[in-house]
């Protein structure tokens, strides 16, 4: 049986992750931060399957025990502070999680593997975010990259970094550079989930408006379920490589709420969204989509799931939800 550890378990791709791979016959690990995470009670219930590891990727002897413990095939590197907004205002710590962590990690491997660096199959969840102020339309592998944020910034280090312990050690080290996936289990802080929730609430007659910011931003939006399997898929090649994960389509926030609102049979959402300068962004990434040919091609992966399913899917979650929070 092979085994697995995945780093962020408790975020929205480390549960889809665990069930996929806990479907697949693998031994799975999570690795949980923090003394009481709150958010480890979630993972028993979900993935009750999951053996799950106390451990921090600003921690590498953490790390090292983790390993020791999970004897783990193939390893999913999913942690990271990853709410882009916050890191403008947590540009140190953010750096340290999402860049830093990885060097700690791929250090780790390498010291734990041995000899034989390319025992452990490594997944880097790399990201759009790092195209930034695009400069090819669509974005693919070879796009120069220009981040836009702290965030952005620290995910182009950890992503140059796993090809540099690739080339430099023989890695079998990946970087999926996943574009935006959303599902009912994306945090609340992130712009389709809030969208979600506010919308689901709106039409129960709980909540009177949505506050956001810039609505022309564009993003190439997926449904998590599906881009876990492109992780998968990419440490089950022969060579490790990097790889574009998207759908190939764009919108802008402007679309989403039409559709979000039209799952709850409203036409005019604007007396529903009043604009907060608050959560307008010091540099904002205009436009995303994504060319996900390359994945397609060589791991024959392909979306499943389109965007007005997913706003259905995301939206028809959060009434149920949210009317039986309110005990109805
Ligand atoms: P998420 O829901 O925010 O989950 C992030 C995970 O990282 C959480 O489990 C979090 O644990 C963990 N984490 C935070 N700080 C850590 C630390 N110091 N040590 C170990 N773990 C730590 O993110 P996601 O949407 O599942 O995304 C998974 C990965 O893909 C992230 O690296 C993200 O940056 C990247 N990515 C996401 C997207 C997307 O659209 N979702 C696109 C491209 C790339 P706590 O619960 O303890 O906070
Ligand atoms: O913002 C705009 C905002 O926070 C999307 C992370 O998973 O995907 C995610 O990063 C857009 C931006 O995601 C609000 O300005 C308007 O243009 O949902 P988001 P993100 O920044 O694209 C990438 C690929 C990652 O790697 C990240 O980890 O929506 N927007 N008004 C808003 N955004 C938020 N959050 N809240 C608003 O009120």
Redesign the pocket.
Known sequence: MPSALI????????LYLAELLLAKGYDVYG????QN?P?RALVEETVPGVRLLT????DMSSLLRALEIAQPDELY???????VAYSWENARVTSE??GM?VLNLLEAVRLFARGEPSRIRVYQ?????MFGKVQEVPQRESTLLWPRSPYGVA?VFAHYMTINYRESYGMHASSGI?????SPR??PEFVTRKISIAVARIALGLQEEVVLGNLEAKRDWGY?GDYVDAMWRMLQQPEADDYVVATGQTHSIRDLLDLAFRAVDIDDWTPYVRLDPAFMRPAEVDMLVGDPSKARAVLGWKPEVDFQGLVTLMVEHDLEEQRRLAGR
């Open positions: 780093t962020g378990i408790t975020g929205q791709d480390g690795l949980v931060r923090g995470n958010k451990g921090d990727l600003g590197n999913l942690g990271a502070i990853s709410f999680v999402t962590g969840a790399s990201s759009s975010e995910k996943l574009f935006n996936h959303e994306r945090g998590a």
